[in-house]
């Protein structure tokens, strides 16, 4: 059993079928990245994992619990975190006061989670905030304002929020979408990094191939709401199904 089980999963939109008979196990502290062309499903998918669309038929189980009739916070409170395609932070606050948000939402009200409980006060939410930040390499840069972080920056500032929340299950739609080589390769890097040093299982949905093949223990081909093969990366390249899903993009 996988920390991840989607069965069977199908999504419609009027007529057109967005998802259909989507199975999908994902492995405990693995990476599994979903590729595939454009309008495959793969956004929806991961909108069906955290809440936001619920699928018309179908199970998702995550952690041995259905997420099914949950609400976004709700399963954001079982341990997934969501990696945004256009990073979410607070501008005009400073690289540590983003950070500390995740924090005092928990221990404040609605958002109180399992994963946080351990937070208690504020010289801890501090000392927590300024260890995710030594991890993802922005100490330095605790005092700065958000807004004026470069593009790579902003993505690593909104994945400290992410991180901060201790999650069992990262999501991440596109994590380098519109970034230069020397950002996307920083981007590797750092979800390497937070591999080695924490326990964490991630989803990738992602276009670019050398980001999937540097990163995944497995991947998943989807084309026109369907997985296609789902195999280690090395099968994955060349297999004739791929090449011909998106050869006929
Ligand atoms: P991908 O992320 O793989 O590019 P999407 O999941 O965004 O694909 O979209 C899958 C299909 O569902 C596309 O044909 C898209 O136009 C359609 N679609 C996605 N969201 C909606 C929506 N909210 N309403 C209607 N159609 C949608
Ligand atoms: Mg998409």
Avoid: W
Avoid at 102 to 115: E, I, L, N, Q, V
Avoid at 144 to 157: E, N, V
């Amino acid at each position: 059993m996988g920390i991840l089980e989607v069965k069977g999963v199908n999504k419609n939109f009027g007529g057109l079928k967005a998802l259909s008979d989507v199975n999908l196990s994902v492995k405990e502290n693995s990476v599994h990245a979903i590729i595939g062309p454009n309008g495959a499903g793969k956004s929806t998918l991961l909108n069906c994992l955290v809440g936001k669309l619920i699928p018309d038929t179908g199970s998702v189980m995550f952690d041995n619990q259905s997420v099914l009739g949950r609400k976004p916070h709700q399963i954001n409170q079982m341990g997934i975190s969501r990696v945004f395609q256009t990073p979410e932070i607070f501008g005009d606050l400073t690289v540590l006061e983003n950070v500390l948000i995740p924090c005092f939402a928990k221990r404040d009200g609605a958002f109180r989670m399992h994963a946080f409980e351990q937070v208690g006060n504020e010289r801890d939410m501090l000392l927590r905030a300024e260890t995710i930040l030594t991890d993802v390499n922005m100490i330095d840069k605790r005092d700065d304002h958000a807004g004026s972080l470069s593009r790579g920056d902003k993505r690593r500032l909104e994945m400290a929020m992410c991180l901060v929340q201790n999650p069992k299950l990262l999501l991440l739609d596109e994590p380098t979408a519109g970034m230069a080589r020397a950002d996307t390769n920083n981007t590797i890097g750092l979800l390497r990094e937070i591999r080695e040093i924490r326990d964490i299982t991630m989803v990738i949905i992602e276009h670019d191939m050398h980001v999937v093949f540097s990163l995944a223990d497995r991947i998943t081909v989807l084309a026109q709401g369907t997985p296609l093969v789902e195999d280690i990366p090395e099968k994955i390249k060349g297999h004739p199904k791929v090449q011909e899903a998106y050869l006929g993009q």
